[in-house]
């Protein structure tokens, strides 16, 4: 056998101690599969003292995880720290500088700082790989980079944060609240103790802008993605969807039309015929439509050791083997500045809910809004006095053009009849 790929990993962490038990456990076979053995040879990470249930004795130790990219004999840098900025991006800038292939598993990084760090892959002719960084484990940046490469992709889209759809469908089953369901995976370890990134939206976020670049071929526009997370969802939006045949799901939708870009994450209702409706819990999954191979499902486990792990040494054995290209698919001056597109046009189906006072003349203030705005009502529902004595109204659109729905809101903004902010989601459409 060649000689081995030589492995300098920066964070122990959940994703960083899952690489080093996985090469010990597959490495005869990855050896096999990559042509050559896969060995860590240096490590870095805050506490080196710390247990964490791997032997690192036979790793070199090095304190400031920069210094990686100057190991001698490290081949390639794995950046397991996260963080789109400080020692993660020092890292990055470091190994791809001193002509280091380099892996990572930091969508937020990638994000913000992708082009300029494929930039740097190109010119030093290395490696930059990623696909932990999107749905963890599930291999959607190779499907789009390599096995969809021949298709124009007209979608992406997807369920790309699990605590989101683990809240989402706990709501469901069990008709809870979202406060209450979040504490409960807090307590349980599936949310952070500061969720804000996932419950927001950010972390879909990260990962959509990444997968929008690779499938339509566009400069990262992190900034440009349209984001709302699921805070506001609350377990009657959840029993309403079920009653008009939909499921309540965090999407992150692109898809591009001319110049122009379209980013959003945003609360979804998807119809029950579609497979995304039956995605549930911390899963993930990603659907991407192309010209020629048509609708394409990604499904599984979008997060934890041996998931992430999985996707972080698959890229090891590409490079491995000599196997990589662009880290967009295509190099980074083909790359296209798009804009973001105006929303106002697109046309679709949407839910709106409103909590109101209990009192005469409030659904035909609504309604006079709707029909002033253009919006065409396909049905509307109203649930009896809430506890604080309030009443829900549950509003179907037909198709219309998003810029009716918003100006119509509008004109309900500030009314007195409107018991708290009006809630607003699309309806997935075919
Ligand atoms: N966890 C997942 O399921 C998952 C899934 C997909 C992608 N990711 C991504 O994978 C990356 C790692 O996530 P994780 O969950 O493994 O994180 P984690 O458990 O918090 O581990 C982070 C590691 O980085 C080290 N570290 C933090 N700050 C450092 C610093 N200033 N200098 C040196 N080392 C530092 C920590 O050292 P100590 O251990 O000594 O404190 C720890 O070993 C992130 O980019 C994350 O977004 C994670």
């Known amino acids: 056998m060649t000689e081995p790929l030589r492995v300098a990993l920066a964070g122990l962490g959940t994703v960083g101690a899952g690489v080093v038990r996985l090469l010990e456990t597959n490495g005869e076979l990855i050896a096999r599969r990559a042509g050559r053995p896969i060995e860590v040879v240096a490590v ?20 400031d995880p920069a210094e990686l990219a100057r190991h ?47 930039g740097a892959a190109e010119t030093a002719g290395v490696a930059l790989k990623y696909e932990a960084a999107v749905a963890g484990g599930i291999p959607v940046i190779k499907g789009l980079r390599e096995g969809a490469a021949a298709n124009v992709i007209s979608r992406v889209y997807g369920i790309l944060n699990g605590t989101c759809n683990f809240i989402l469908s706990k709501m469901e089953a069990e008709g809870r609240d979202f406060d209450d369901i979040l504490s409960e995976a807090q307590a349980l370890g599936y949310a952070e103790a500061d969720p804000g990134f996932d419950i927001d939206g950010v972390d ?37 969807a079920a009653s008009l045949g939909y499921r309540v799901r965090l999407l992150g939708i692109a898809d591009a039309s001319g110049e122009k870009l379209f980013q959003r994450v945003h609360p979804y209702l998807v119809p029950l015929d579609h497979p995304l409706a039956h995605v549930t819990g911390s899963t993930n ?42 880290p967009y698919a295509m190099p980074v001056d083909s790359l296209a500045a798009m804009a973001p597109a105006d929303t106002g046009e697109r046309r679709g ?17 609504i309604a006079a809004a709707m029909r002033d705005a253009g919006v065409s009502i396909e049905s509307l529902m109203q649930r009896g006095a809430m506890a604080d004595g309030s009443v829900l109204v549950a509003i179907v659109t037909h198709e219309g053009p998003e810029r009716c729905v918003a100006a119509a809101l509008e004109k309900l903004r500030g009314s007195p009849s409107l018991v708290g902010e009006p809630m607003w989601m699309h309806i997935l459409g075919s």
């Open 349 to 365: 189906r949407d839910y709106l809910r409103f909590t109101v006072a209990d009192k005469v003349g409030v659904l035909a203030e």
């Open 72 to 118: 001698a004999r490290a081949d390639v840098v794995v950046e397991l720290v996260g963080g789109s900025d400080g020692p993660a991006l020092a890292l990055a800038r470091a190994a791809l500088g001193a002509g280091k292939n380099f892996v990572t598993a930091n969508k937020a990084m990638i994000a913000h700082h992708g082009l300029e760090l494929a």
């Open 204 to 240: 879909a976020a990260h990962k959509l802008s990444i997968l929008a670049s690779l499938a339509f071929g566009a400069q990262p526009a992190f900034a440009d993605v349209a984001t709302t997370g699921v805070r506001h969802v609350i377990a009657a939006d959840i029993a309403e």
């Open 285 to 326: 999954a990603v659907v991407a439509e192309g010209n020629y191979v048509g609708r394409l499902l990604f499904q599984g486990a979008g997060a934890g050791d041996g998931p992430t792990a999985s996707a972080v040494v698959a890229d090891l054995i590409d490079i491995a083997r000599g196997e990589f290209g662009p």
């Open 44 to 63: 870095s990470a805050r506490d080196r003292n710390k247990d964490r249930g791997i032997d690192i004795s036979r790793f070199d130790w090095i304190d």
